[in-house]
């Protein structure tokens, strides 16, 4: 028989958190939960209040996972996680079957989030609260810690650690043996080959837009 497990929130990620704990699970998302009852179902399911949910739900029996993004820097999943284990749940992590995950030598915390075709190799450690999309590279020994969030195609590089609340955006790469500061932002496309520190922002330079039509170079 498949865990019972309850999502808060109501966005894109609540959404896509069902769907894949539904179908890639050992879980069965039994109701949503929110602060702001916009709806009375979301997914078919119910949408219960945040405020009185473990009493509908019993910690004893279910599990909650925090499907919030990356608003206010990570710092709202941070604040939720704490309420819910204030209430006594146990936050769930899932780890896509189609990711590469070699568990015996990885420490997982709670509330993780991995997508499908991560590649995370031996002896990284990810902390509470981490979100990973899909198709990262988190190289050896590398450290993810608690409430980061990993867009897609990042590559981690090994003996790095990826601060507390930081965000890498898509296609980002960091070098080997770098830490990234904590609430650090990288930004889409960046080659981060230094550290950063708390707080510090790094942007890659913009395309350029030609002012030619694509006929002219597919001849």
Known sequence: MKKKAIIFGTGTLAELVNFYLDNDSTYHVVAFCSTDLETETFCGKPVINFLGIEEKFSP??????????????????????????????KLLSYISSKATCWNKNNVIGDN???FENNN?????????GVILWSGNHIGHHSKLKAYSFLTSHVVVSGFCTIGEQSFLGVNSTIADNL?????????????????????QVIVSQKSTLLNRSSDYFLR
Do not use: W
């Not at 995370?120 to 509470?128: K, S, T």
């Not at 830490?179 to 707080?199: C, D, M, N």
């Open 60 to 89: 004893s029996d279910h599990e909650m996972f925090i499907a919030i993004g990356y608003r206010q820097m990570n710092t709202l999943r941070k604040e939720f996680c704490e309420q819910s284990r204030s209430k006594g749940y």
């Open 112 to 114: 993780v989030f991995i």
């Open 120 to 128: 995370i190799q031996p002896f990284v450690q990810i902390e509470d």
């Open 179 to 199: 830490t990234i500061g904590y609430k650090a932002l990288v930004g889409a496309g960046a080659v981060v080959t230094k550290s950063l520190s708390e707080g």
